[in-house]
């Protein structure tokens, strides 16, 4: 109990520093900008770090960790095109707004997406 405090601590001190390292360096300097909006608050750009680190550049917001997955900015816009389409398409047009949220169920970051109006779910990422 007490070591999953301290190893708790340690990972929000890390990600604490992670975020202030983005701002501080704000665009270019091994951070991979490439103008993908967060798509949970959707009022700031995501950025990628040299650690393969999907960030948005508001604290806490979003944070993927895709080192060994391959994965960059261009993926995910790629990928967050294809699920607005697909809601669009399975919906036949309900006029919902899709609904974002990372999922850490199983150790793994993924990106999720539900409508509140047709029901649809869909993983982004």
Same mark, same amino acid.
């Given at each position: ?8 601590? *340690? $990972? ?6 992670? *975020?202030?390292?983005? $701002?501080?360096?704000?665009?270019? &300097?091994?951070?991979? *900008? ?7 608050? $959707? ?5 990628? !770090? ?10 806490? &917001? ?13 993926? +995910? ?14 919906? $036949? ?11 850490? !169920?199983?150790?793994?970051?993924? +990106?999720?997406?539900? &409508? ?10």
């Amino acid at each position: 109990r007490e070591e999953e405090i301290v190893l708790r601590e *340690y $990972e929000e001190g890390f990600v604490a520093a992670e *975020y202030e390292y983005v $701002e501080a360096l704000g665009e270019g &300097c091994g951070i991979e *900008y490439d103008g993908v909006l967060c798509p949970i608050c $959707e009022s700031t750009d995501l950025v990628q !770090t040299s650690q393969d680190v999907i960030l948005c550049k508001k604290k806490g &917001c979003l944070r993927l960790d895709l080192i060994n997955d391959g994965i960059n900015l261009s993926h +995910l816009r790629e990928n967050l095109a294809n699920v607005f389409a697909k809601h669009a398409e399975e919906s $036949e047009g309900c006029g919902g707004k899709l609904k974002f949220q990372v999922d850490n !169920t199983f150790g793994v970051s993924v +990106l999720m997406c539900s &409508c509140g109006v047709c029901g649809g779910e869909f993983v982004a990422l």
